[in-house]
C-alpha cells in the first residue's frame, strides 16, 4: 500500500518568514496529493491540493511543487502569520482511494 | 447541507463494552472513511468504502467493523473496547479521486 512520510514533526518561524513542509510518497500510481490543515480541536480542513498532470499550484499565500519523478510533493507557506499556526498534514490516495496520511507538521509563527 | 456529522462527540467506555459511533454525510458522496489520530502518529485508515454494501481495511483494521448499507451512513462498531482504543476518531467522505471533507471528530475514552 501507500506509505506517506512527511518532515520536519515540527517548524517554529517568525511572522513574516516562509515555512515549508515536505512529503514523500512510495506508490508511483498515486495522482492527487493534497494538503490539510487542522486546528486545535477541530477536524482536517483542505487548504491546496494538486493532481500529478502539473508541477506546481498557487493559492494567494499558499504554494505546492510535485517532483513525480522522486516521489515528493512540498507545501509551501509565505509570509506566515500567526493564524497560520496549526499542524498540516500531507495525504495521497491507496489504490485511488481512501487517504493515507503523513504524521504531520505543528507550525507555530510567532509575532 | 450538514456535510459530515459524527455522534457522540465525546464518550467514555469500560474495557470489554461495545458501541457504535455514528457517521452520515448528506452530500451523496461514494467514498467514506474512518481515520483515528494518536498524539505523534498523524491520522491512520482504519476502514473505508468505495460505495454502499463495499468496505475494505484501511491501516489499522483490528478491533474494528464497519457496514455500509446506506449512501449516507457508515457507522463503526467497537465489540470489545479496549484501552489502546482511546482515540480521536473522524469520518470523511469523498467523490472519487476529489476533496475529503471531515466530520468534527468522536474523542473516545477506554478506561
Known amino acids: 500500500g501507500e506509505n506517506v512520510e512527511q518532515h520536519p514533526s515540527t517548524l517554529s518561524v517568525q511572522e513574516g518568514d516562509s515555512a515549508v513542509i515536505k512529503c514523500t510518497y512510495s506508490?508511483?500510481?498515486?495522482?492527487?496529493f493534497p494538503w490539510y490543515k487542522q486546528e486545535l480541536g477541530k477536524g482536517p480542513q483542505l487548504i491546496i491540493d494538486?493532481?500529478?498532470?502539473?508541477g506546481e499550484k498557487k493559492d494567494q499565500r499558499i504554494a505546492v511543487t510535485l517532483n513525480k519523478t522522486a516521489k515528493h510533493f512540498s507545501l509551501h507557506i509565505t509570509e506566515t502569520q500567526p493564524e497560520d499556526s496549526a499542524v498540516y498534514f500531507c495525504?495521497?490516495?491507496?489504490?485511488?482511494?481512501?487517504?493515507?496520511f503523513g504524521k504531520g507538521t505543528t507550525l507555530s509563527v510567532s509575532s | 447541507n450538514a456535510g459530515v456529522t459524527q455522534t457522540p462527540k465525546f464518550q467514555v467506555l469500560k474495557t470489554g463494552q461495545s458501541m457504535t459511533l455514528q457517521c452520515a454525510q448528506d452530500?451523496?458522496?461514494?467514498?467514506m472513511s474512518w481515520y483515528r489520530q494518536d498524539p505523534g502518529m498523524g491520522l491512520r485508515l482504519i476502514h473505508y468504502?468505495?460505495?454502499?454494501?463495499?468496505?475494505d481495511q484501511g491501516e489499522v483494521p483490528n478491533g474494528y467493523n464497519v457496514s455500509r448499507s446506506t449512501t449516507e451512513d457508515f457507522p463503526l462498531r467497537l465489540l470489545s473496547a479496549a484501552p489502546s482504543q482511546t482515540s480521536v476518531y473522524f469520518c470523511?467522505?469523498?467523490?472519487?479521486?476529489?476533496?475529503?471533507?471531515f466530520g468534527p471528530g468522536t474523542r473516545l475514552t477506554v478506561l
Open positions: 470523511a467522505s469523498s467523490y472519487p479521486g476529489d476533496t475529503q471533507y
Open positions: 506508490d508511483s500510481a498515486s495522482n492527487y
Open positions: 494538486i493532481r500529478s498532470n502539473v
Open positions: 495525504a495521497a490516495p491507496q489504490a485511488g482511494t481512501a487517504l493515507i
Open positions: 452530500m451523496n458522496h461514494e467514498y
Open positions: 468504502s468505495v460505495g454502499a454494501g463495499i468496505t
